[in-house]
């Protein structure tokens, strides 16, 4: 039996591979899309960005690094604490879908209050102040990417609803 394997990157749909079950008993899957397409794409994007005049942010999971761009003109960039190793970050093409000032964080783990600056772009996924913490360069959040509260209130009144997001290793 053949089935779609699919995947869900930032606010897209992408079909990753097609899964052949049943052979031998043991399943076999055929990538269709391989993980060097992906950073292709998510380069090509950055590329697009950086050619228009539209303001853009950047997060490297590598380098723990949030940049704010105007076009092609770096305006603000900060060290940044995303996704632990149980938690991570998700890679991918985002926009802030929604902000708030201050915002209640639930999870089976944790729950905080008065989280500040809060800028959604993934379902409870979100860029935000972290006050708790001063662990910034590490990846020590729930899968939010964290920021240093002055930093995120700069970042929070820079951006805009359906700013793009690029998130990338």
């Given at each position: 039996?053949l089935?779609?394997?699919?995947?869900?990157?930032?606010?897209?749909?992408?079909?990753?591979?097609?899964?052949?079950?049943?052979?031998?008993?043991?399943?076999?899957?055929?990538?269709?899309?391989s993980?060097?397409?992906?950073?292709?794409?998510?380069?090509?994007?950055?590329?697009?960005?950086?050619?228009?005049?539209?303001?853009?942010?950047?997060v490297?999971?590598?380098?723990?690094?949030?940049?704010?761009?105007?076009?092609?003109?770096?305006?603000?960039?900060?060290?940044?604490?995303?996704?632990?190793?149980?938690?991570?970050?998700?890679?991918?093409?985002?926009?802030?879908?929604?902000?708030?000032s201050?915002?209640?964080?639930?999870?089976?783990?944790?729950?905080?209050?008065?989280?500040?600056?809060?800028?959604?772009?993934?379902?409870?996924?979100?860029?935000?102040g972290?006050?708790?913490?001063n662990?910034?360069?590490?990846?020590?959040?729930?899968?939010?990417?964290?920021?240093?509260?002055?930093?995120?209130?700069?970042?929070?009144?820079?951006?805009?609803?359906?700013?793009?997001?690029?998130?990338?290793?």
């Open positions: 039996m089935w779609p394997l699919v995947r869900y990157w930032g606010s897209g749909l992408m079909i990753a591979g097609i899964c052949l079950t049943q052979l031998i008993g043991v399943d076999l899957f055929i990538p269709m899309v993980a060097q397409t992906y950073q292709d794409t998510l380069n090509q994007k950055m590329a697009i960005l950086k050619k228009s005049e539209e303001r853009w942010i950047e490297n999971l590598s380098t723990q690094r949030l940049i704010a761009w105007e076009g092609n003109k770096p305006v603000y960039a900060i060290i940044i604490s995303t996704g632990k190793k149980g938690t991570p970050t998700i890679p991918g093409i985002f926009t802030i879908q929604s902000k708030r201050i915002d209640r964080m639930r999870g089976a783990d944790y729950d905080i209050d008065d989280v500040p600056y809060a800028q959604y772009y993934s379902g409870g996924y979100a860029i935000h972290a006050y708790w913490h662990k910034f360069g590490t990846p020590v959040s729930h899968g939010c990417i964290n920021l240093a509260v002055d930093h995120a209130k700069w970042l929070f009144n820079w951006s805009e609803i359906s700013t793009p997001l690029v998130i990338h290793y």
